[in-house]
């Protein structure tokens, strides 16, 4: 007993809180290790299932519709590839923080916290610019078909999708925390020029300029709308024309193409369909073979087709009309 006692005195402090280190960070490294690995297992596995599911339900497509194909044609992710990533990598994120919460408080912990609370914000920003691409190119459109025959449509239509874009823009970087110093004071100062090129134009004299500037536009969009409707006009008379020429030229009682005849309906005292072999009622007994019409014998090869007292002269002729035949029977 007083042997065993000595010996652990014998040992110094130093070794023995080293050892119990040792002893205390071994679970702690295996935990990190392990929050690590599945937390890698489950991040790979949900960046197949979100690809896959996003390339089944047709989030492309969308997302192309919405105005971002411009900004994704040089890149090698498809929009459904690139929210794969993100989820991929918020997940390796979240893995991190829990697998570096296991040593406790420490500077990394809170780097990895402070990144994970910002994604949220970094989402929502996203969402933003998505929302004002797609309003911007459904905006361009419509600008694009009412003003489309007109000199300015296409420009037009153009400026007002920028002007969304950059307004969806501007929200997105303040919504992040990003150059809000920077796109704050630009925004202001936008509005405020606009406002000031009004308010100098109006009272400094300009307004007779824009006046005239704005009646020869307005003469101008009139003359354009008078033509666009004159074309309309025309079209629609070319339709109608060639509807009526069609109706015209066609034959009385041809069905129109893609009509079902018409069944004739029956008259009251209409013959019924003749058929080989038999009469129609009221009509002539059709002849039989070998017969004639009168009921004398057919006609031979050389009166196919005659009737009796319809032959050649020789034939046709008696004794009082051939000279020939009375020199016979002279005595």
Same mark, same amino acid.
């Given at each position: 007993?007083?042997?065993?006692?000595?010996?652990?005195?014998?040992?110094?402090?130093?070794?023995?809180?080293?050892?119990?280190?040792?002893?205390?960070?071994?679970?702690?490294?295996? =935990?990190?290790?392990?929050?690590?690995?599945?937390?890698?297992?489950?991040?790979? #596995? #949900?960046?197949?299932?979100?690809?896959?599911?996003?390339?089944?339900?047709?989030?492309? &497509?969308?997302?192309?519709?919405?105005?971002?194909?411009? =900004?994704?044609?040089?890149?090698?992710?498809?929009?459904?590839?690139?929210?794969?990533?993100?989820?991929?990598?918020?997940?390796?994120?979240?893995? #991190?923080?829990?697998?570096?919460?296991?040593?406790?408080?420490?500077?990394?912990?809170?780097?990895?916290?402070?990144?994970?609370?910002?994604?949220?914000?970094?989402?929502?920003?996203?969402?933003?610019?998505?929302?004002?691409?797609?309003?911007?190119?459904?905006?361009?459109?419509?600008?694009?078909?009412?003003?489309?025959?007109?000199?300015?449509?296409?420009?037009?239509?153009?400026?007002?999708?920028?002007?969304?874009? =950059?307004?969806?823009?501007?929200?997105?970087?303040?919504?992040?925390?990003?150059?809000?110093?920077?796109?704050?004071?630009?925004?202001?100062?936008?509005?405020?020029?606009?406002?000031?090129?009004?308010?100098?134009?109006?009272?400094?004299?300009?307004?007779?300029?824009?006046?005239?500037?704005?009646?020869?536009?307005?003469?101008?969009?009139?003359?354009?709308?008078?033509?666009?409707?004159?074309?309309? &006009?025309?079209?629609?008379?070319?339709?109608?024309?060639?509807?009526?020429?069609?109706?015209?030229?066609?034959?009385?009682?041809?069905?129109?193409?893609?009509?079902?005849?018409?069944?004739?309906?029956?008259?009251?005292?209409?013959?019924?369909?003749?058929?080989?072999?038999?009469?129609?009622?009221?009509?002539?007994?059709?002849?039989?073979?070998?017969?004639?019409?009168?009921?004398?014998?057919?006609?031979?090869?050389?009166?196919?087709?005659?009737?009796?007292?319809?032959?050649?002269?020789?034939? &046709?002729?008696?004794?009082?009309?051939?000279?020939?035949?009375?020199?016979? &029977?002279?005595?």
């Amino acid at each position: 007993m007083t042997e065993s006692l000595a010996a652990s005195a014998a040992v110094p402090r130093p070794i023995s809180d080293a050892l119990r280190n040792v002893v205390l960070f071994i679970p702690k490294f295996v =935990a990190f290790l392990a929050i690590l690995v599945i937390g890698w297992l489950v991040a790979r #596995l #949900l960046l197949k299932v979100v690809d896959t599911v996003l390339e089944r339900i047709g989030f492309d &497509r969308w997302v192309e519709r919405g105005g971002i194909k411009a =900004a994704l044609a040089r890149s090698r992710y498809d929009a459904s590839d690139i929210v794969a990533k993100l989820v991929y990598y918020a997940v390796l994120l979240f893995t #991190l923080q829990l697998a570096f919460g296991v040593w406790g408080p420490n500077p990394v912990s809170a780097l990895i916290g402070g990144i994970v609370a910002w994604l949220p914000r970094a989402f929502v920003a996203v969402i933003i610019v998505v929302v004002a691409s797609a309003i911007a190119g459904a905006v361009r459109d419509l600008i694009t078909g009412a003003l489309g025959g007109l000199s300015y449509g296409r420009a037009l239509a153009n400026v007002a999708s920028w002007f969304i874009i =950059a307004i969806g823009v501007i929200a997105a970087l303040n919504q992040i925390g990003v150059a809000t110093t920077v796109t704050t004071p630009i925004l202001v100062a936008v509005l405020a020029t606009i406002a000031g090129i009004l308010i100098v134009g109006v009272g400094g004299g300009l307004v007779r300029p824009m006046q005239n500037r704005l009646e020869r536009w307005l003469d101008r969009v009139s003359a354009e709308s008078a033509t666009i409707s004159e074309h309309a &006009r025309a079209y629609s008379a070319g339709q109608r024309a060639a509807a009526e020429r069609y109706a015209a030229e066609r034959p009385a009682g041809e069905p129109v193409a893609g009509e079902p005849h018409p069944a004739e309906p029956a008259r009251a005292g209409a013959r019924p369909a003749y058929r080989p072999g038999t009469s129609t009622p009221g009509g002539p007994t059709p002849p039989t073979p070998g017969t004639s019409r009168a009921g004398g014998p057919a006609p031979g090869p050389g009166g196919l087709g005659r009737e009796p007292g319809t032959g050649d002269d020789a034939t &046709r002729s008696g004794p009082a009309t051939n000279p020939r035949a009375r020199d016979d &029977r002279a005595p």
